[in-house]
């Protein structure tokens, strides 16, 4: 990895461990959830790193296959319902035993926005000490790319489907990194791929913050399998998702937003959907209506950010 003027990725400053993991492991081609998770290993350590997942496409990687594991992690599996109260169960005993463990649940969005959201947003509510990565592929790509309350309204999936009379999904996505950091937890944040240097910072802080309570991480994550994305492309895809706003990189500390990443022109959105097949049967006036939902996100958030500066001037005042 090298940076824009030729030298070495400043990322690597981030290394404080080996890679914990085996050298060949079970994703399909070209899938960034490789990358995720031996950043996480790289980056966060793995004297104190405790893994927690469910069934998923991060599973096989987690638990292993046939007589081991591929990593030399702490790791335990469980359901897409209890996530969250299993990631809560472990630190709390370890928290009761002196030990000051690192718990990562790292599940992907059909677990995180769906079957398994009760039990994230109480552990939310109740201030629990672990970190929840949600890698977010859009779907249930591990059982055959089915829609999730991620997946993006045209989007076509096993279970929305083009045809005579439906053109993919026919709902908005769910925006669960912006619900989570509504429950104004100590840290909220969105990070993707193509930006590691933002997804290493924002993993040190929510390990500094988990002590104070749940610490989520939003991981953009794309499928090239489920997406029908070339293998080589899948960064590309990230790197376009932020540069049109479709993704955008931000953090929430107790509720109060800031951009970590600024687009001054974000570009159109047809240059992120045109690298994804799942969007290739659209037309210009659905195109039309993925850019408003995008566009209206981006400005809701962008309002949130200068809420921040309307609290500080209110304090301000009421001390004067």
């Known amino acids: 990895m090298t940076n824009r003027k030729g030298g070495l990725s400043k990322v690597f400053d981030y290394f404080c461990n080996e890679d914990p993991f085996a050298?060949?492991?079970?994703?399909?081609?070209?899938?960034?959830?490789?990358?995720?998770?031996?950043?996480?290993?790289?980056?966060?350590?793995?004297?104190?790193?405790?893994?927690?997942?469910?069934?998923?496409?991060s599973n096989p990687v987690m638990t292993g296959q046939n007589v081991g594991a591929w990593h030399?992690?702490?790791?335990?599996?469980?359901?897409?319902?209890?996530?969250?109260?299993?990631?809560?169960?472990?630190?709390?005993?370890?928290?009761?035993?002196?030990?000051?463990?690192?718990?990562?649940?790292?599940?992907?969005?059909?677990?995180?926005?769906?079957?398994?959201?009760?039990?994230?947003?109480?552990?939310?509510e109740r201030g629990e000490n672990f970190i929840y990565v949600c890698y977010d592929n859009e779907g249930y790509m591990n059982t055959g790319v089915q829609r999730s309350g991620t997946t993006p309204i045209g989007a076509k999936t096993a279970t929305t489907p083009v045809g005579p009379k439906q053109r993919g999904k026919s709902t908005r996505r769910?925006?669960?990194?912006?619900?989570?950091?509504?429950?104004?937890?100590?840290?909220?944040?969105?990070?993707?791929?193509?930006?590691?240097?933002?997804?290493?910072?924002?993993?040190?802080?929510?390990?500094?913050?988990?002590n104070e309570g749940l610490a989520y991480i939003h991981l953009f994550a794309p499928c090239p399998t489920g997406w029908g994305v070339p293998t080589h492309q899948a960064i590309e895809v990230c790197r376009n998702a932020v540069r049109t706003n479709y993704f955008p990189l931000w953090e929430a500390e107790k509720g109060i937003f800031t951009l970590t990443h600024q687009v001054k022109k974000p570009?159109?959105?047809?240059?992120?959907?045109?690298?994804?097949?799942?969007?290739?049967?659209?037309?210009?006036?659905?195109?039309?209506?993925?850019?408003?939902?995008?566009?209206?996100?981006?400005?809701?958030?962008?309002?949130?950010?200068?809420?921040?500066?309307?609290?500080?001037?209110?304090?301000?005042?009421?001390?004067?």
């Open 23 to 57: 050298e060949g492991l079970s994703p399909c081609p070209g899938c960034p959830l490789e990358l995720a998770l031996r950043l996480l290993g790289k980056i966060l350590g793995s004297q104190d790193l405790v893994m927690t997942g469910t069934p998923s496409c």
């Open 72 to 124: 030399r992690l702490t790791a335990y599996c469980t359901l897409m319902t209890g996530a969250a109260a299993n990631a809560t169960g472990l630190s709390r005993q370890y928290r009761r035993s002196g030990q000051d463990a690192t718990v990562v649940c790292f599940n992907g969005d059909g677990c995180a926005a769906d079957i398994g959201f009760q039990a994230l947003s109480g552990a939310a």
């Open 174 to 210: 769910k925006n669960l990194p912006l619900l989570m950091a509504m429950h104004r937890i100590p840290y909220a944040a969105t990070a993707t791929l193509s930006h590691l240097e933002d997804f290493a910072k924002k993993l040190l802080k929510a390990k500094e913050k988990k």
């Open 267 to 320: 570009k159109p959105i047809m240059e992120y959907t045109r690298l994804i097949k799942k969007y290739n049967h659209l037309k210009e006036d659905e195109l039309e209506r993925i850019q408003e939902e995008v566009d209206y996100e981006y400005e809701f958030l962008r309002h949130l950010t200068e809420f921040r500066k309307c609290v500080a001037t209110k304090h301000q005042t009421a001390g004067e």
